[in-house]
């Protein structure tokens, strides 16, 4: 399993949107908007699939 990320645009960060998923269920996401509560800058952000990726090298574990 890998970690979708996305970046948050208010501080260009790289945060973790709450989602893990494998390569092909990611490619099969459908292109809908999401909402993540961005733990960097603390606001709301939207986004689809094409703004995310999969993070596998460094995998967070949040509890
Ligand atoms: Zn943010």
Same mark, same amino acid.
């Given at each position: 399993m890998a970690s979708v990320m996305i970046a948050c645009p /208010?501080? &260009? &960060? /790289?945060?973790y949107t709450g989602i893990e998923t494998d390569e092909a269920s990611f490619a099969k996401l459908p292109d809908v908007l999401s909402r993540t509560q961005c733990s960097v800058c603390g606001q709301e952000h939207v986004w689809t699939r094409q703004d995310a990726w999969l993070s596998t090298s460094r995998r967070k574990q949040v509890a």
């Open positions: /208010e501080t &260009r &960060r /790289e945060i």
